[in-house]
């Protein structure tokens, strides 16, 4: 499998609380962040989302969807929230949100493998590509997030 780490930036004029509101409620994503073709439950989770497991299709400008679970393994509301998947990707996710003069700052690791057979073999060429299409797709996300909370977008890489 090829691996990648990515690393995440979102700065929004928002609280917080409002901020975390959004970003915890996966199941939400698609109504606001254009890369989430569907979210769909397949479990609960217990307090604070943890144990819950969700499962993603994902799409971007590459002709191509991702389709992969990712199951709540810490929960530390507003502060942090972490995830492991499986499926075409496999691996971590982790949100951290600060607060400061500026509103919130969001910082997501993404460290995570990818099981799709012409993925992996064209890893060596295709790395740049894929690197840009997470960063697209973030992109989306960083300007949906503003919009669903009415706020500034401060800075997002």
Same mark, same amino acid.
């Given at each position: 499998? !090829?691996?990648?780490?990515?690393?995440?930036? %979102?700065? #929004?004029?928002?609280?917080?609380?409002?901020? %975390?509101?959004?970003?915890?409620?996966?199941?939400?994503?698609?109504?606001?962040?254009?890369?989430?073709? *569907?979210?769909? +439950?397949?479990?609960?989770?217990? +307090? /604070?989302?943890?144990?819950?497991?969700?499962?993603? &299709?994902?799409?971007?400008?590459?002709?191509?969807?991702? @389709?992969?679970?990712? *199951?709540?393994?810490?929960?530390?509301?507003?502060? #942090? $929230? &972490?995830?492991?998947?499986?499926?075409?990707?496999?691996? #971590?996710?982790? %949100?951290?949100?600060? @607060?400061?003069?500026?509103?919130?700052?969001?910082?997501?690791?993404?460290?995570?493998?990818?099981?799709?057979?012409?993925?992996?073999? $064209?890893? %060596?060429?295709?790395?740049? !590509?894929?690197?840009?299409?997470?960063?697209?797709?973030? *992109?989306?996300?960083?300007?949906?997030?503003? +919009? *669903?909370?009415?706020?500034?977008?401060?800075? /997002?890489?």
């Amino acid at each position: 499998m !090829a691996a990648y780490s990515f690393l995440t930036t %979102w700065c #929004v004029d928002a609280p917080i609380q409002d901020v %975390w509101d959004v970003i915890s409620a996966s199941d939400r994503y698609p109504e606001w962040w254009k890369g989430v073709r *569907r979210v769909e +439950e397949l479990e609960p989770g217990g +307090e /604070h989302g943890i144990g819950a497991l969700n499962r993603f &299709e994902w799409r971007s400008k590459l002709p191509y969807s991702l @389709e992969f679970d990712m *199951r709540v393994t810490r929960s530390e509301p507003p502060y #942090v $929230l &972490e995830g492991r998947a499986a499926g075409e990707l496999v691996g #971590v996710g982790i %949100w951290r949100l600060y @607060e400061g003069a500026a509103g919130t700052a969001l910082v997501y690791s993404w460290d995570v493998s990818t099981s799709r057979a012409w993925m992996n073999r $064209l890893a %060596w060429l295709g790395r740049p !590509a894929f690197a840009w299409n997470h960063d697209y797709v973030m *992109r989306q996300g960083a300007r949906g997030l503003a +919009e *669903r909370l009415n706020a500034k977008l401060v800075a /997002h890489d």
